[in-house]
């Protein structure tokens, strides 16, 4: 096995808010581990600090990072000399990056609340230098002199909304990044199935927009209700399993209601959405007989019962 490593210049999806004197010298790279492989990340551009007419200021943003993965490779029978890297190779180090980039950006959105940073696409663009030791190696299709490469992963953004006061990334959180960034993130499973209803609207899938619409919303429904249980009448994991799998969904709606009131869960949009997966799903309804007023009416109902939940499908745990 011969340690190869690849310098990349990340542009991220979106930008992170950060402390007006995050630059300053002595900032050291944010360092950890992904199965083996050593990653290093260090702030690459953050614009400058935009005075505003009264007084205050806009904070300077994080735009681009860089990052250095170093993996072990089995070169086989090829010589270190004018070495190139096959074009799976260079994925699994694109695989690395995104992941690496993806956990950076999560714990950052976590402890600065700054809820709209993209986690699931973090990767906007990223060009790369690969080299063995102080030699450059090549690659089958390079880029071109100021180019960039786009991941090889399905477009679209994640976005959570919150009310909560949101803070800049500084120096202090920063250092804690490395520190928790070891740990596999994953997106939760309603929010991959709102993703995947998306692009099955642009494909003009819309039985399949809708029932994953009724799939994300069911899950949430879950997810709120167990947390309440939990929260409000101090239920364990496993007693809140069992309540909530003898409930239907009219009696989830109640019961989220009953514990907590403020909550703004429309009951007849939710009640119309399960009706039409139920349609679906039975094969009452052919798949081309959903229309797509029916289909973007599903997503939309799903995405407004994540707003008003989302103080507890993101708050109770990270």
């Known amino acids: 096995m011969t340690e190869i490593q690849g310098q990349f210049d990340v542009s991220l999806s979106l930008p992170v808010n950060v402390a007006p004197d995050f630059s300053r010298p002595g900032l050291e790279p944010c360092q ?12 690459l551009i953050v614009t400058e600090v935009v005075p505003l007419p009264d007084g205050d200021y ?10 250095w993965i170093s993996r072990e490779i089995d070169l086989g029978r090829r010589q270190k000399e004018n070495l190139t890297l096959f074009p799976d190779e260079e994925r699994m180090f694109e695989r690395v990056l995104v992941e690496a980039t993806r956990r950076f950006v999560t714990i950052i959105k976590h402890k600065t609340n700054q809820w709209d940073l993209d986690t699931r696409h973090p990767v906007y663009a990223y060009n790369y230098v690969y080299s063995l030791g102080d030699t450059q190696l090549g690659t089958v299709w390079p880029l071109q002199q100021g180019a960039k490469r786009m991941p090889e992963y399905a477009h679209g953004v994640i976005i959570f909304h919150t009310r909560d006061f949101m803070k800049d990334l500084n120096q202090d959180i920063w250092q804690e990044v490395a520190a928790e960034a ?33 799939i994300a919303s069911e899950l949430m429904l879950e997810k709120a209700c167990s947390s309440l ?12 399993d069992a309540i909530i799998s003898k409930l239907r969904k009219p009696q989830l709606l109640e019961r989220i209601h009953k514990l907590d009131p403020s909550l703004l ?38 995405e407004q019962l994540k707003q008003n939940l989302t103080s507890i499908l993101y708050f109770s745990t990270m």
């Open 32 to 43: 950890f581990f992904i199965d083996g492989d050593r990653i290093t990340i260090s702030p």
């Open 58 to 67: 806009e904070a300077p943003k994080l735009t681009e990072i860089r990052v």
């Open 265 to 302: 869960v429309k009951d007849k949009d939710i009640k119309k959405l399960f009706k039409l997966r139920n349609e679906i799903a039975h094969g009452k309804r052919k798949p081309e007989s959903v229309t797509g007023e029916e289909a973007n009416e599903a997503l939309s109902t799903a």
């Open 229 to 240: 249980l939990r929260t409000k009448e101090g239920l364990s994991d496993k007693q809140c």
């Open 182 to 214: 070891s740990r596999p993130i994953s997106v939760p499973l309603h929010d991959e199935l709102l993703h995947d209803a998306k692009t099955f609207r642009s494909h003009m899938r819309y039985d399949a927009e809708a029932l994953y619409a009724a």
